[in-house]
């Protein structure tokens, strides 16, 4: 039996699980079903990603331990997969030991391959991004893309760093010839024309003053803990056994396709392929890039007070309408606009008027005839069996681009 291993993003646990978590649980879960359909071994994961900076924080903010604070919040993310009925097979959190464990042997396989070193630096980080950045990075105002009107802090310190300019001409080749394949097509030119720019040696680990003491320790540097979006991507590793499942890891990695968003497209098209690089280890083989939800027109935002809270749609409308509209009327790779209206119209139009005035009819007519009808299984075995595989074939016609990996 064929083995398929995909995995969700790791959402940040620093507040509530909003829509989009909804549309990317759904999409990845979706992938895992059709694979499952095909009769293949499938393992889906998700988790935490609990070692985040903006975690403490917000943690800080409302006065809660951050163990607690992040039981609570990751809790939440979880609840949602299974309101939405989407069947993660490992859920791994990121304060785990096991985690621990696994990235301190990452960390210890770089720095055996001479990847990581020590040096001060000084630069704009943003915490929402977990990310230093440069100053052509940021837009006219001097702020984040992904988070304007957030002040970016500006850091001093003494910490490690990885060798990301020693991959910059093996990154170009795998990503080039699809070896490690970028779906959609646009996203991977745009990785490629990142690399071709010059790639950067990156910061791996934080203080134990700014990190506040959370996180994974540094291998013998009890100053420093491990950053976060090192830590954070092993989650993929860690949930399936390495550095502590020998024989689970083997089965399971590499990943056969990353689902993320575009947000967080760098992490995973150059970063964490160039630590596995450094690492000795094999490399996943697609990272598929969806877009994001806009609500009203506008991007989704707690400053803007757009958020969208899933639990609420699910609770009032069901789950089923919810995972037929994010999947039969938003392309993954073109922003679209979510409206709670939009998805009642779908939902009375598609569902209640379309589906629903169907079944009726249909259950009228078999009440109908039902005195007049003979029964015969193997013709109609034959029937559902051909309308199967009607619907097999046009399932892999939407899924061939996955399956050329």
């Known amino acids: 039996m064929n083995k398929f291993y995909i995995t969700n993003a790791i959402p940040y646990v620093n507040a509530a699980p909003h829509v989009g978590h909804a549309l990317e649980f759904v999409q990845s879960d979706t992938i895992a079903r059709y694979h499952r359909l095909k009769g293949e071994d499938v393992l889906l994961l998700c988790g935490g990603d609990e070692n985040a900076l903006k975690n403490v924080q917000a943690a800080q903010e409302e006065d809660v331990p951050i163990q607690e604070f992040v039981d609570r919040n990751t809790n939440s993310f979880y609840e949602l ?79 490690y760093f990885f060798k990301l300019s020693r991959y910059q001409d093996k990154l170009l080749k795998l990503i080039e010839s699809d070896e490690y394949k970028i779906i959609p097509e646009f996203r ?54 390495f550095g502590w499942d020998d024989a689970k890891y083997k089965k399971w990695w590499p990943a056969d396709v990353h689902v993320i968003g575009k947000g967080i497209i760098r992490f995973h098209a150059i970063y964490w392929p160039a630590i596995l690089l450094s690492s000795g280890l094999k490399l996943p083989k697609t990272l598929f890039v969806h877009e994001y939800f806009t609500v009203n027109g506008q991007k989704m935002s707690k400053t803007i007070g757009n958020v969208i809270d899933p639990i609420e749609l699910i609770e009032k409308h069901g789950a089923d309408p919810l995972r037929y509209y994010f999947l039969a009327k938003f392309s993954p790779f073109q922003d679209g606009d979510f409206s709670e209206d939009k998805f009642k119209e779908v939902y009375n139009a598609d569902l209640a008027n379309g589906l629903g005035n169907l079944v009726a009819r249909v259950a009228r007519l078999c009440e109908k005839v039902k005195h007049q009808a003979k029964e015969n299984k193997e013709e109609l075995n034959k029937d559902v069996q051909e309308k199967l595989s009607e619907y097999l074939k046009f399932m892999f016609l939407i899924f061939k681009p996955l399956e050329q990996t």
């Open 188 to 241: 991977k030119n745009e990785m490629l024309s990142f690399i071709k720019s010059g790639l950067q040696d990156f910061s791996v680990s934080r203080t134990n003053e700014r990190a506040k003491n959370w996180g994974v320790p540094v291998s013998k540097d009890d100053s420093q803990r491990i950053y976060v979006w090192f830590d954070a991507l092993n989650i993929y590793q860690s949930g399936i056994g």
């Open 81 to 159: 997969s299974k309101k939405l009925n989407v069947q993660f097979d490992v859920w791994q959190k990121g304060s785990d030991q096991n985690h621990y464990l696994s990235s301190q042997k990452l960390w210890e396989l770089c720095s055996k391959n001479g990847d990581i070193y020590k040096r001060a630096y000084r630069g704009l980080y943003c915490v929402g991004c977990e990310a230093f950045y440069n100053k052509e990075d940021l837009d006219e105002k001097g702020e984040c893309l992904e988070h304007p009107g957030k002040k970016l802090e500006e850091v001093e310190e003494e910490n």
